[in-house]
C-alpha cells in the first residue's frame, strides 16, 4: 500500500514558483526547492516529476493563481479599470518593493528560456493573448459606456506593450521615481482616449 503524501502540494508548487520567479530556472536547484518547499528531494521527484516538469506546474500556478486575478480585475471595468491596473505598479514599488522587484514570472521564464525551452513561446504567446483580452474586455465595456471610442484592437495592443514594459523595468530594478515616470506617461495615453 502506497503511504500517502505528508505534504500539501498546492502549498509546495506555490513555493517552487516563488523560488522560480525570485532566482531564475538555471539558477534554481533542486537543493534549493527542496529548501523552499521543506520537501525531500525524493518526495519532490515522486510528487511532481522533473526540475523542467516543476518549472511547467510553476507557470501553470502563476497564470492561474496570478495572471487570473489581474486580468479579471481589469475585465470587471472600463478604463478606470486599466488605469488603475497600470497605477497598481506603482503601488507596488512603493509599498511591497521586494515583490514589485520579481517582476512576472513568465515574462522573467520567457527572456530566460525562450531560446532554449521550444514549449516557452507558447507559452508566453498565450499569457500575452490573456492579457489581450482582457484589456479587450475593459475597452469594449468602456466603448459602450461612451468612455472611449474605437480602434480598439490598437490601443489593445498599446496596454499590452505597457503591461510587458513595466515588468521588465520593475525586474531590471527601475526605481520607484522611474516606475512613477513609466505609469504615469501610459496613464497619460490611456487618458487621452477618454470621451467623458
Request: charged fraction near 25%.
Amino acid at each position: 500500500m502506497a503511504r500517502a503524501r505528508e505534504f500539501d502540494t498546492d502549498k509546495a508548487i506555490e513555493e517552487i514558483a516563488q523560488r522560480f520567479w525570485a532566482d531564475g530556472y538555471e539558477a534554481t536547484g533542486i537543493a534549493d526547492l527542496v529548501e523552499a518547499t521543506g520537501v525531500g528531494r525524493a518526495s519532490l521527484y515522486g510528487a511532481f516529476g522533473s526540475k523542467r516538469e516543476m518549472l511547467m506546474l510553476a507557470i501553470d500556478w502563476y497564470m492561474t493563481e496570478r495572471l487570473e486575478r489581474m486580468a479579471s480585475a481589469v475585465e470587471k471595468g472600463g478604463l478606470d479599470a486599466a488605469i488603475g491596473f497600470l497605477e497598481n505598479f506603482t503601488f507596488a514599488r512603493t509599498n511591497i518593493p521586494e515583490n514589485a522587484a520579481l517582476g512576472c514570472m513568465v515574462v522573467n521564464m520567457t527572456a530566460e528560456l525562450a531560446m532554449t525551452d521550444p514549449e516557452m513561446p507558447e507559452l508566453a504567446g498565450a499569457y500575452r493573448e490573456r492579457l489581450r483580452r482582457a484589456f479587450a474586455i475593459a475597452f469594449t465595456n468602456a466603448e459602450l459606456k461612451g468612455e472611449i471610442s474605437g480602434p480598439i484592437e490598437q490601443k489593445v495592443e498599446i496596454a499590452t506593450l505597457m503591461t510587458l514594459g513595466l515588468f521588465v523595468a520593475l525586474r531590471g530594478g527601475a526605481d520607484l521615481e522611474e516606475v512613477t515616470k513609466l505609469v504615469n506617461s501610459g496613464v497619460g495615453v490611456l487618458e487621452t482616449w477618454r470621451l467623458t
